[in-house]
T-cell receptor
Framework: AQKITQTQPGMFVQEKEAVTLDCTYD???????LFWYKQPSSGEMIFLIY??????QNATEGRYSLNFQKARKSANLVISASQLGDSAMYFC???????????FGQGTRLTINP | EPEVTQTPSHQVTQMGQEVILRCVPI?????FYWYRQILGQKVEFLVS????????KSEIFDDQFSVERPDGSNFTLKIRSTKLEDSAMYFC?????????????FGPGTRLTVL
């Protein structure tokens, strides 16, 4: 079974600062994917970034990057130069190879202050 | 950019009633999913569907739930006899394939309120 832990229920950051959202995971699978989704107050789930367990490089997508430390089983999301529109819930999720279900963490509510 | 759509955005129903939640997945996607999120809690997987069959389901997806692809575009979730604890946001998602790099794209959700 897989488990995702997000230990920060809430984060407050000043606009333009970088922010790191923590995610640790537990799995016995050798091959898996890690995903981050953003959920604004309007409720939709927006895919941000993906990291494969065998990827040697950390994933990047624009202002989003993933600090993947496989030995520590962590996949932290880094948002550079935060913007007011980044205020939202952020969910870390994982999926094992061969499985179809995404397993989500509890989420972190990020608030960007002007 | 193609997106998953869901209707209605909000559904209110009485306990014991049947509800059908509708989704239109992205057109070239072959795998479809339903997830739910009880208010303030994490997103939970319900079921995945491929080639007109359920391919994976969770323990939440009991006999009260069913899914169907009634035509070439819609994907539905039916709850036969709603309970108070079914109140949640229900998300439909779709993906092109089932490899790890096949991202699941989510719709905007249907908020179901059971009174």
């Amino acid at each position: 079974a897989q488990k995702i832990t997000q230990t920060q229920p809430g984060m407050f950051v000043q606009e333009k600062e970088a922010v790191t959202l923590d995610c640790t995971y537990d799995t016995s699978d050798q091959s898996y994917g890690l995903f981050w989704y953003k959920q604004p107050s309007s409720g939709e789930m927006i895919f941000l970034i993906y990291q494969g367990s065998y990827d040697e490089q950390n994933a990047t997508e624009g202002r989003y990057s993933l600090n993947f430390q496989k030995a520590r089983k962590s996949a932290n999301l880094v948002i550079s130069a935060s913007q007011l529109g980044d205020s939202a819930m952020y969910f870390c999720a994982m999926r094992a190879e061969g499985a179809q279900k995404l397993v989500f963490g509890q989420g972190t509510r990020l608030t960007i202050n002007p | 950019e193609p997106e998953v759509t869901q209707t209605p955005s909000h559904q209110v129903t009485q306990m014991g009633q049947e509800v059908i939640l509708r989704c239109v997945p992205i057109s070239n996607h072959l795998y479809f999913y339903w997830y739910r999120q009880i208010l303030g809690q994490k997103v939970e997987f319900l079921v995945s569907f491929y080639n007109n069959e359920i391919s994976e389901k969770s323990e939440i997806f009991d006999d009260q739930f069913s899914v169907e692809r009634p035509d070439g575009s819609n994907f539905t979730l039916k709850i036969r006899s709603t309970k108070l604890e079914d109140s949640a946001m229900y998300f439909c998602a779709s993906s092109e394939g089932r490899t790890l790099t096949d991202t699941q794209y989510f719709g905007p959700g249907t908020r179901l309120t059971v009174l």
